[in-house]
């Protein structure tokens, strides 16, 4: 499993699934935290769809942390406000770097993680679809 894939099922997901997967690496290993959790910038980039161009849209706030897990390094970075997160996105990163045994049976875990945010989005757009109005049956006089 890819670093983007993993990291967008562990923030869209449950929290507990993500606190869970770092708790066991911080229980079982020494975790050496490179970069304290902290607040940045990051720029916004975004493609003109017309021109094909692509231009800064500006600016998102984020929290990103670096720790590293016997010797490979892990980094997390996530919208907003929230410290823990990305400090659990660090250490999962980590551990999947240094190819630590736990990560193996992880991806079957995040791969029904995906499945049910699939099915909680599929369910979201159906209630959505249902207010959707065909203006090509309505009757207009």
Do not use: N
Request: aromatic share 6%; charged share 30%; hydrophobic share 45%.
């Amino acid at each position: 499993m890819k670093r983007r894939q993993r990291t967008e099922i562990l923030v869209e997901g449950s929290r507990e699934l993500a606190a869970r997967m770092a708790q066991a690496i911080a229980d079982r290993y020494e975790v050496k935290l490179v970069e304290q959790p902290s607040q940045g910038l990051v720029m916004v980039k975004v493609r003109e769809t017309a021109k094909r161009s692509l231009f800064y849209l500006g600016e998102v706030l984020v929290s990103e942390c670096k720790v590293q897990v016997e010797g490979s390094m892990g980094i997390g970075v996530v919208k907003g406000h929230d410290h823990e997160l990305a400090y659990q996105l660090a250490l999962i990163d980590a551990a999947y770097q240094a190819g630590l045994q736990e990560t193996r049976a992880w991806d079957q875990t995040l791969l029904d993680e995906e499945a049910r945010i699939a099915a909680t989005r599929s369910q979201a757009f159906a209630e959505i679809a249902k207010t959707k109005v065909d203006f090509e049956t309505m009757d207009v006089d």
